[in-house]
């Protein structure tokens, strides 16, 4: 059963996709496409684990120079990650 206005709903999914994608959210994919828990990656570019998780969650800014330190891991350019 779809309820209108949960997050199930074909309204809200179709509101979200027209959202920009954030920063932390695309840290994720990249994370776990790569197959790296956060606490590996996040020795990767000196950080904590939970750093990396509030990232993730949009709880924590990714800064410039964090942005950089992620992108050289995936080799993207590093203002994908700057909301």
């Known amino acids: 059963m779809i ?3 949960t997050p ?12 920009p994608v954030k920063g932390g959210v695309l840290l994720k994919e990249l994370r776990v496409r790569e197959k790296l828990s956060q ?3 996040a020795g990767r570019i ?7 998780s ?4 949009g709880k924590k800014t990714i800064t410039k120079s964090v942005a950089k330190r992620i992108a050289e891991q995936f080799n993207v350019d590093y203002q994908i990650f700057l909301n």
Do not use: C, L, W
Request: charged residues 30%; glycine residues 4%; proline residues 0%.
């Open 8 to 19: 199930f709903s074909k309204k809200n999914q179709v509101q979200s996709a027209k959202r």
């Open 39 to 41: 606490d590996a990656f």
């Open 46 to 52: 000196q950080e904590t684990q939970a750093n990396i």
């Open 3 to 5: 309820i209108t206005g």
């Open 54 to 57: 509030r990232m993730e969650n």
